[in-house]
């Protein structure tokens, strides 16, 4: 069977979640940093480590067949590519900010003013969505420090803490788009069985980062409330302890739902409770 091949960054912020995602999934490959191709030992995979600025493209053309790229990044280069898999990490949000001290109260007041931003297409929909005319200054990185140079009125840049806005004396004033990792597919690539595979082996790596493991022990006159708590993925498995009218209850929960049933579980009756992380949960 001819391989895949799926382009990943090859360094900066999605580069280790990206390889990690890969090797939770049960793919054996060295991690050159200097190299830009590997093969997968174990799997018809091939991997590319590229810019990521230059995935959507290569998997728009077909070099690649695959990528993990951040949405932001798809919608910069206005792509037609597939978007196959939220991966749940790289997660971000495109923001409009402006000086701490700025008037800039409303959406409409950013007419005629000057906008620093390495998103010009995105800002540029942005805008045209709200019909607002303001002039778009394109630059590469550190658009955080542009109005304390006097360069724009307000910034379009990824947010995910804050901590850089505030540190240059902005604020955030309004979301452009939201963004987080995507596994996304040339055209046409659907049916392919390697494809098939890889997003199952992904699926149920992302399935189980959701859930845990859960064994507690519990007096038996109290299991019938402790069962009707927990709904696994199937009814849980109870097994006796050694102590008579004992047993020890073992089920998958999410694990939102265990904090939320954490002080119920008590009360009913539920001692030496011991929460697992699960590798992979295949439906
Ligand atoms: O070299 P290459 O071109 O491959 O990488 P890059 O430098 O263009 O991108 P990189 O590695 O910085 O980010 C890759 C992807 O991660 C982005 O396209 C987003 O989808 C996602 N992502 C998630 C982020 C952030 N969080 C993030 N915080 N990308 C950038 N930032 C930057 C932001 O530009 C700003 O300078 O972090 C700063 C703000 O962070 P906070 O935490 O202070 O708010
Ligand atoms: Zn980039």
Redesign the pocket.
Known sequence: MKNLKIAI??????NEKSVQLLKNCGLDFENYKSSLITTVSNFNLEILFL???DIPGYVEEGIADLGIV?E??IDETESKVTYLQRLGF???TLKLAIPKDSDIQDLKDLNGKSIATSYPVILQNFLAEYNIQADIQEISGSV?IAPGLGLSDAIC?????????KSNGLKPFADVRK?E?ILIGRDGLEENEILCELLQRIQSVLRAKETKYVVLNVEKSNLPLITELLHGVKSPTVVPLAEEGWVAVHTVISEDDFWGKINRLKSAGAQGIVVMPIEKIIL
Request: overall charge neutral.
């Open positions: 960054q090859k360094s900066g912020r999605l810019r990521d600025d951040g932001n990044v790289g997660k971000c955080e840049d990824i947010v995910s803490t804050g901590g850089t806005l963004s990792a």
